[in-house]
């Protein structure tokens, strides 16, 4: 019988929802992304990328989750790669909502704006919720203006990669039918992205079914239409999957009769035994941090030790000097699955930085006041404006922090015998 | 400054790995490089960051005790006022809503008006409870903080929803210890564009759903299950927070801060920065600075100052008399209003009532108001002396950040209401609790049974319905909460409904009628029970069945709406009738087309008609109208509506109309003339009739007939008829003239230019060459200049040729020929000074710098065109403002002022009102004084461009010609622009002329209106300014006097008309006489020793002003002049009975006309006053005609 005594949080092991990524879903995504992987068949960033995400609520909402940020921030976490959100509830391709009172810039001109400003050597475009409500009729409109917003980025020297809208989920009965005649058009929508992805030689990653099936085991909206915490959790690891990135899970196994080791998706070394104790020493270097875990599912991600050789008996493990999981000797030689570790505080924390580095970054670009310090109210307050600019070293101390936070870090594993 | 400047955290997470060491080098560095960029830039700031408006001493600081305060409240007789709660138990109060428990809920923001950069939010939501029942808050708990500019706050559904800048937030204490500690965003993508104008004013509606505001520069896109909702400017939300369901319930208003619902759910609101008090809001109305609309409704108060917050009276403390009267914040003045209803057609009338609560103190500025669980009224008194979002700095220091107070106000010797438990009662308790007069209670209790849902609350609800007592003589009212209470836990309960929808009351039916929309799709008959409602007795019971008819979305509906025609209608039955049956219009046009009886009755079909925009149907109206088929009152519509969308074939039947004998319209030719004009500017099309027929009008004897039919052949560019043209350009009358000058110029080419260089030879009567001269400008304009040059240089002195100046002044081109030409020669030193004056007048400001326009002043200066220098300096340094600030303190004579604010020279009440007369090109200065700070008022003088308010922004529309147009917006529709100008003048332009339409800073105030002022008087002139709104005699009264009057000016043979006919003589011909405008003086007197008079042949000397009434609804009216001594006065062509100052005038609908002789030698110097009064058992509504 495995103890499992979870330091920060007690929940009960449920599932290994990536691996059931993999499995399941990414067949779907494969065959949607198919075309383009022959062409694009590595997706990487690179030191100095600025990453732009833009689009809709789907982007606007990960602001305060940071998922997609986290996820590509500890992905390459040597480079130094700075992200910027671009998201606008209501948006469409053509930049609707973000209309102000003046006109011009129009309300394209203000998004062509934005992205100028911005910077972006690449844009993951999220577009065609908002527009999917058109329906069929819609589609051509829909598809001249996300060519024109893609010849737009393509200008700037920038890669584009094009998400899928998100499913609509029912949340009560009543609604079933409207959400049923929805997802006809956000499908119809999304094969109409990927068509001009395929045209255009442009990466696309279909979330719609991929989240459908998730959506059927968990609950990852808060309305029906926005993802919440735990949408966004499954939406950043579609998104790797679909960019072509391996799991950032792992296994690490040691055979404690000859300190052969054997790791995947992380490095194991300086195993150890104390000759008194019978403790044995190890640590490990994730590649990658993980995702931080949502707080209203029980999820964890694959991170699997397994300990062969032992002596009979009850061993417990401690991380980095604290005590983490207890169990039997035949337990650890089947492996056990641990989460929590410092690393998962560490990504947390990362999190953390960032959603508070978005926070700066939105009232620099989407200030409140718009209209006095640079809309046409702007003799007015103008010169309040500079007070914009301030937000650049803030931002800029954010992203610092950043840095210092995305490296994972090595742990050191004891497993003491009870 | 170490504290500004933050040492970057340098704390790597553990540090075991080698590779890191390098990277920590880097990072040190690479952080010193920031601190020390960091350092520079803040040094740098502090230089450049200091605020445009240096910070002064700090003027006109209230003491800030609220003990001092309180001394300075004046209360309405027989109430008293005491503090409930001040800071530090709340700051800076925005919104105040009660929960169920009577605990006040508040939100109040510090970071208000903008968020520094490097600063937390920390804006809080504020529970004040009184435990001890002594009406002062003793326990203040700060329920969530960390919030950015919340301005709405509404307890519910176990927690309170926020407003959160871009979010609507709904935050919940789960572990019960008085904190939130569960935030979720229930909605977002509101706008944020302008602080003052976030989503604002929440409140329950009777139907349980949530409602709140939002205003003009924020343009709002929220995500929804149900779709995308959209919401660019003004207007009101309304949600259903269970389900998300999201709709626009009103459009437009400026501000709107501040709604609420009556006690049979019916709506108002209030604008923070319109000027028509209360706003009769039903579904889709659509008020004034709705983009796009053609369309919009009035308030009910024009002329009355800015409100914010709003609550309606009830229950059993305030005074009886009072129950269903509105109580609003005038802020700016710093006084409480009140206004009492009435019910009139299918809307309401709104009399304002006199102020509950005034004070001097400047910074008391109520902007919420909430009658309590104990009946007593509760203020939000933001507390702060500077009040102007834009037009003063954000960083300006004496903006107030740390205080707030709640006013309680009660009335002496009347008990408190005792509210009833309503958290933990049962059911049925709650249901009864649906029966008591408060408000409050109500609706707290409708709340409660929402939350508790639909399986515990029916069965109980269905008993509690069965057994009311059918003899109460509120037995529908408690129905109609049952209803309401049905549709808050979403079940329709069909034969509830039916009983409501038979009630006697029409409240009640009013109320079930709008559930039938509601439920539309849901329940059954529909069609017939809109059918029903559409032919009811009352006409608010119509208004809401016309409204509903739309969700049916087919003809026949259309076909029911148009029954409402069958009864008598108003403007609002007439406003919900147009918008159902455009809203309808793809359902019906198609079977209309087919059918052209569709709507069986012509009155109803011509309304149909004209109330599209469909370019099909016209030929139908035409023929309607041409066979006198439709309605008089609708005959002005349907020439707009064929000059906007008829073909060749309808505009020809116009023709024909208009050159034939028979005239159907009551102005006739005219009216066709001006319909084909119009025609042709906004489609360019024309009927191809014979042109030739129009001829023999254009030398006719009506003048204005002769005119429109010279300026259609210009319009038409009808080349033949130039002769004709250039005789009548010899016309005697000036305006036959320009009229054939200006026909022309549109007909162009090189025959009408010689016609025009002609005119201009040294030949010809002095007025045709500088009429010719400018005409040609719009041909070769090096040419004109040239021309132009020789005229001015031979002309004689006596001759004005200042008008010769204009068109080449309005455009860059023609700026620089004359600038040019002049370099070449001289012209006289008094001309060119003319043209500086000219200059000064008439160019834009944002063309002030260019080259031409500087090219043009050299020029003139170098013939001797300096002005004098200003007497009063227009370039004020912040040290001499605060000089002069003082000064008009002290010694400034407000009296004088308003005398100088009136001179016609300095041209003040052209573009401003007061109290609602006065011209509209910019904002209403009634409570100015109270609202800013005399400083801003200085710099709003000499800077126009730099203080423009909300409302008054300029716009520029590029016509595809090339040319330009300035204006505020009125208007913005797919068909047409409509720009106000600087000489407050509606210009229309069609869209299928513009190139581009820009909004652009700027004001149409010229700068230097004021230089030519001694000091002393713009001393005055601001004091007079500074003055308005406080109470005294700077405070427009709120009863209707009449403000707006027209004078008559003598021309000549006004003598020869008055000796001949009599004094009757302007009250019957008064078109044919010279009338100017002229306005009341703040008190609402018209000073009659400013009148020119007139001196008959029996000696008298007579004065004649006259004034509108324009009457909703017909009936007897009466009208109180301040005295009779002298007056002779008319209504129309018929003498009034004047042997009392009161006099009864039966009036239909429309507006009327009334002229007013005074006698000066009989009348004396006393000034006149005139108030408009209902009459005593009269249902006639009327009002005063107000504007320019």
Redesign the interface.
């Known amino acids: 019988m495995v103890k499992y005594h979870f330091r920060l949080f007690s929940f009960i092991y449920l599932t290994c929802i990536t691996l059931l990524l993999n499995e399941t879903f990414v067949s779907e995504t494969d065959e949607n992304t198919a075309p383009q992987k022959s062409y694009q068949p590595h997706f990487e960033l690179k030191d100095g990328d600025r990453v732009v995400f833009l689009g809709?609520?789907l982007m606007?909402?990960d602001l305060k989750h940071g998922y997609l940020e986290v996820a590509l921030t500890s992905r390459w976490p040597n480079q130094d790669i700075t992200f910027r959100n671009l998201g606008?509830?209501?948006?469409t391709v053509f930049g609707?909502?973000r209309?102000?009172?003046?006109?011009?810039p129009s309300a394209y001109g203000h998004l062509v704006n934005q992205l100028n400003e911005a910077q972006p050597t690449v844009v993951f475009i999220a577009y065609g919720?908002?527009e999917a409500?058109e329906g069929e009729a819609g589609i051509p409109g829909f598809s001249k203006g996300l060519n024109q917003l893609l010849t737009v980025i393509e200008d700037l020297e920038a890669k584009a990669i094009l998400l899928s809208p998100v499913p609509?989920f029912t949340?009560?009965d009543?609604?079933v039918k409207?959400?049923q005649l929805q997802n006809e058009n956000l499908k119809r929508y999304s094969e109409a992205i990927s068509e001009t992805a395929l045209e255009r030689d442009v990466r696309f990653i279909n979330l719609f079914h991929s989240l459908i099936e998730i959506g059927k085991k968990f609950d990852i909206t808060?309305?029906?239409?926005?993802l919440n915490e735990t949408g966004y959790y499954f939406l950043s690891s579609i998104i790797e999957t679909g960019l072509g990135l391996p799991s950032r899970e792992w296994s690490a196994q040691v055979d404690v009769s000859d300190f052969t080791t054997w790791a995947k998706g992380a490095t194991i070394s300086d195993v150890k035994k104390d000759k008194d104790t019978g403790n044995i020493q190890f640590s490990i270097d994730d590649h990658y941090l993980p995702y931080p875990l949502p707080a209203h599912e029980q999820i964890t991600q694959n991170r699997e030790i397994k300990m062969t050789g032992l002596n009979k008996g009850s061993y417990s493990l401690t991380v980095d000097g604290e005590y983490f999981i207890t169990a039997t000797s035949s337990e650890w030689s089947e492996g056990v699955k641990i989460s929590n570790e410092p690393s998962y505080n560490?990504a947390n924390?990362l999190r953390d930085l960032i959603v508070k580095k978005n926070e700066l970054y939105f009232?620099k670009y989407?200030p409140?006041?718009?209209?006095?310090?640079l809309?046409?109210?702007?003799?007015?307050?103008g010169?309040?404006a500079?007070?914009?600019n301030?937000?650049d070293?803030?931002i800029?101390?954010a992203e610092?922090?950043i840095?210092?936070?995305r490296?994972p870090?090595?742990n050191n594993y004891k497993l003491i015998r009870q | 400054m170490v504290n500004i400047i933050l040492l970057p955290e340098f704390k790597p997470f553990g540090s075991t790995k080698k590779n890191r060491e390098g990277r920590l080098i880097f990072y040190a560095f690479r952080n010193v490089l920031h601190t020390i960029c960091k350092v520079i830039l803040f040094i740098a700031m502090t230089f450049t960051a200091v605020p445009l408006y240096a910070q002064d001493n700090l003027r006109s600081i209230p003491e800030t005790d609220p003990q001092h305060q309180l001394e300075m409240l004046h209360v309405a007789e027989g109430f008293e006022v005491n503090l409930f709660a001040s800071e530090p138990m709340l700051v800076k109060p925005i919104q105040m809503n009660w929960d169920a428990e009577g605990r006040l809920w508040v939100i109040g923001s510090a970071t208000y008006p903008q968020l520094k950069p490097g600063e937390e939010p920390e804006d809080k939501i504020y529970i004040l409870d009184d435990t001890t029942g002594d009406g002062k808050a003793d326990k203040s708990t700060v329920f969530a903080d960390g919030l950015l500019m919340p301005t709405g706050i509404l307890p519910g559904d176990g927690g309170a929803y926020v407003a959160n800048s871009t979010e609507l937030l709904h935050l919940k204490d789960t572990n019960g210890d008085g904190k939130a500690d569960e935030r979720s965003v229930v909605l977002n993508g509101f706008g944020t564009a302008d602080t003052h104008h976030l989503i604002n004013s929440f409140k329950w509606g009777p139907d349980g759903k949530l409602y709140f505001n939002q205003a003009i520069y924020n343009h709002s896109n929220v995500e929804t299950p149900f779709g995308l909702r959209r919401l660019e400017g003004g207007g009101v939300w309304q949600l259903r927070p269970e389900t998300l369901e999201l709709e626009v319930f009103v459009r437009g208003l400026i501000n709107p801060w501040g709604l609420q619902f009556g006690r049979w759910g019916e709506s108002f609101m209030t604008d923070g920065a319109g000027g028509e008090g209360l706003n009769y809001a039903f579904p889709e109305a659509t008020f004034t600075a709705t983009p796009g609309a053609e369309r919009v409704l009035k308030g009910l108060n024009p002329g009355q100052p800015k409100h914010a917050g709003l609550e309606v009276v009830s229950g059993r403390h305030l005074p009886g008399s009072w129950e269903g009267d509105y109580i609003t914040n005038d802020y700016r003045a710093n006084r409480i209003n009140r206004f009492a209803l009435e019910e009139q057609g299918s809307g309401y009338v709104s009399i304002q009532q006199e102020d509950l609560l005034w004070t001097d103190h400047v910074a008391f500025r109520p902007v919420d108001v909430t009658v309590g669980p104990d009946g007593a009224l509760y203020i939000a008194d933001w507390y702060n002396p500077i009040i102007q979002h834009g037009e003063v700095d954000f960083r300006d220091s004496r903006r107030d950040k740390n205080h707030g107070r709640i006013w309680r106000i009660t009335m002496k010797d009347r008990p408190l209401v005792e509210p009833p438990q309503l958290v933990g009662a049962d059911t049925q308790e709650l249901l009864n609790a649906l029966k008591l007069p408060e408000n409050w209670t109500r609706s707290q209790a409708k709340q409660i049974l929402k939350e508790r849902g639909a399986k515990e609350v029916t069965p109980v609800l269905e008993e509690w319905i069965e057994n009311l007592n059918r003899e109460d003589l509120d037995y529908e009212h408690h129905l109609t909460e049952a209803l309401w209470v049905y549709q808050a836990v979403n079940v329709i309960n069909e034969d509830l409904l039916s009983k409501l929808l038979s009630a006697k009351n029409h409240n009640a039916r009013a109320a079930a009628v709008r559930m039938i929309n509601y439920w539309h799709g849901t329940i059954e008959n529909v069609t017939t029970l809109l059918r029903e409602a559409v032919a009811d007795k009352h006409p608010r019971v119509r208004l809401e069945a016309v409204i509903a008819l739309r969700n049916q979305q087919n003809a026949e509906a259309a076909n029911i709406a148009l029954t409402v025609l069958e009864q008598t209608m108003d403007e609002y039955l007439d406003f919900v009738l147009w918008q159902t049956i455009r809203e309808l219009e793809p359902y019906w046009i198609e079977e209309f087309k087919a059918d052209p009886n569709l709507f069986g009755e012509p009155g109803k079909t011509a309304f149909a008609l004209k109330s599209v925009s469909n370019t099909d149907v016209i030929k139908h109206l035409v023929k309607l109208y041409e066979n006198n088929q439709v309605p008089i009152e609708y005959h002005d519509d349907v020439l707009s509506a064929v000059s906007a969308w008829g073909g060749i074939a309808d505009l020809n039947s116009i023709f024909d109309l208009a050159v034939g004998d028979v005239q159907i319209h009551e102005n006739g030719r005219n009216a066709y003339f001006s319909a084909l004009e119009e025609a042709m500017r906004r489609q360019r099309k024309k009927p191809d009739r014979d042109l030739n027929q129009i001829v023999p009008f254009t030398d006719g004897e009506d003048v204005a007939t002769a005119i429109g039919a010279v300026d259609l052949l210009g319009t038409w560019g009808a080349g033949e008829y130039r002769s004709q043209l250039a005789i009548l350009a010899r016309d005697d009358n000036e305006l036959m003239q320009k009229a054939a000058l200006g026909a022309l110029s549109a007909i162009g080419g090189d025959e009408s230019r010689e016609i025009l260089i002609n005119m201009t030879s040294t030949t010809q009567p002095d007025k045709l060459r500088l009429l010719a001269t400018a005409h040609l400008a719009s041909f070769n304009i090096s040419e004109a200049a040239r021309i132009a040059i020789t005229v001015l240089q031979d002309i004689p002195e006596h001759v004005n040729v200042s008008d010769l100046f204009t068109p080449f002044i309005s455009q860059a081109e023609g700026t620089r020929a004359l600038a040019e030409e002049l370099m070449k020669s001289e012209i006289q030193a008094e001309v060119a000074q003319l043209g500086m004056q000219v200059m000064q007048r008439q160019l834009p400001w944002h063309r002030h710098d260019d080259d031409d326009a500087v090219a043009l002043k050299q020029a003139l200066e170098a013939s001797g065109g300096t002005l004098p220098p200003d007497r009063m300096p227009q370039e004020l340094s912040d040290e001499e403002i605060n000089t002069l600030e003082r000064e008009i303190r002290t010694t400034a004579d407000p009296a004088r002022g308003e005398k100088i604010y009136r001179r016609n020279a300095l041209m003040c009440m052209n573009c401003h009102a007061l109290g609602g007369a006065g011209g509209l090109a910019g904002p209403d200065l009634s409570s100015l004084g109270t609202s800013a700070p005399t400083d801003n008022i200085i710099r709003a003088l000499i800077a126009p461009n730099l203080n423009v308010k909300e409302g008054y922004e300029l716009t520029q529309v590029f016509r595809n010609d090339g040319s330009v147009v300035m204006g505020t917006n009125i208007r913005q529709t797919s068909s047409e622009v409509v720009l106000r100008n600087a000489a407050d003048q509606e210009i229309s332009i069609s869209q299928n002329q513009i190139d581009v339409v820009e909004t652009v800073s700027g004001s149409l105030m010229p700068p230097g209106l004021t230089s030519r002022l001694e000091r002393d008087e713009f001393i005055d002139l601001i004091g007079f300014l500074s003055k308005l709104g406080e109470p005294g005699d700077y405070r427009g009264p709120s009863n209707r006097i009449v403000r707006r009057w027209q004078v008559l000016n003598e021309t000549q043979g006004t003598v020869e008309m008055l000796n001949e006919h009599g004094l009757f003589y302007p009250a019957r011909d008064s078109e044919n006489l010279n009338w100017s405008q002229t306005y009341s003086k703040v008190s609402g007197n018209l000073p009659v020793e400013e009148l020119p008079v007139i001196k008959l042949g029996s000696g008298k000397n007579i004065s004649f002003v006259r004034f509108e009434v324009e009457v909703l609804d017909e009936g007897k009216i009466s009208l109180l002049f301040n005295t009779t001594d002298g007056i002779v006065a008319w209504n129309g062509e018929e003498e009034l009975n004047l042997l009392s100052q009161n006099v009864n005038v039966d009036l239909s609908t429309g507006i009327h006309q009334l002229t007013v002789a005074i006698d000066r030698e009989l009348h004396g110097e006393k000034a006149l006053q005139v108030e408009l009064k209902d009459a005593d058992n009269s249902s006639a509504r009327a009002r005063l005609v107000m504007g320019k």
Do not use: C
């Open positions: 809709n609520s606007e909402k606008w509830s209501g948006d609707d909502a209309s102000y009172f003046t006109n011009p919720a908002n409500s609509h949340k009560n009543s609604d409207q959400s808060t309305n029906g239409i926005h560490q924390h009232h989407r409140q006041n718009r209209t006095y310090l809309g046409f109210r702007s003799h007015e307050q010169h309040n500079v007070e914009l301030q937000f070293s803030l800029q101390k610092d922090q840095a210092n936070y490296m870090n090595t």
